[in-house]
């Protein structure tokens, strides 16, 4: 995933990890389209101190992924820190922007070296096709609320 993601509707295919994973793909682009080229003060920006900032998206998609898969899928000790949603002004955009990237690229690998039917290191009753599921379904989610605050912020619609 680039900084500057293709923003095509994923076909339709038969390789069911490829579908998942470009599903998975356009969706990150479209929370990356919502925060490139914002201000570190509109990045760090919270409506009425409401919502997420979109750089606190950017950080807490990242860390669902790691979570999610060095955690679940290698075992690796893991936690969920609520200022994941709140970074300070430490964490800029770029930084943001480019660890999302490279979680992408990290989780990417991984679904393809994996059998979709893997069972989670530490759930063993989940399935690394659920978890892209799950994974598609917060990006989602996410793509929405950061397409709500980039309204909100600057006007900026659609993409």
């Keep these: 995933m680039s900084n500057s993601p293709e923003r095509s509707v994923p076909s339709d295919q038969e390789d069911l990890r490829e579908l998942l994973l470009s599903w998975l793909g356009f969706l990150r682009g479209a929370v990356v389209v919502k925060a490139s080229g914002l201000s570190e003060q509109a990045a760090h920006w919270r409506p009425q101190g409401r919502l997420i900032t979109p750089i606190g998206i950017l ?3 990242s860390r669902v992924e790691w979570r999610w898969m060095d955690g679940g899928f290698l075992g690796a000790a ?3 820190d609520e200022k994941e949603f709140t970074p300070g002004p430490s964490l800029t955009l770029a930084d943001a922007l480019d660890a999302y990237a490279a979680r992408a690229e990290a989780t990417d690998a991984l ?4 059998d979709l039917m893997t069972p989670c290191a530490l759930w063993p009753d989940t399935t690394l096709r659920w978890v892209l599921l799950h994974l598609i379904n917060e990006t989602a ?5 950061a397409d709500s605050v980039r309204e909100l912020i600057d006007g900026t619609v659609g993409q």
């Design 141 to 145: 989610r996410h793509a929405g609320h």
């Design 59 to 61: 950080n807490h998609l």
């Design 78 to 80: 893991v936690e969920r």
């Design 111 to 114: 679904v393809r070296r994996l």
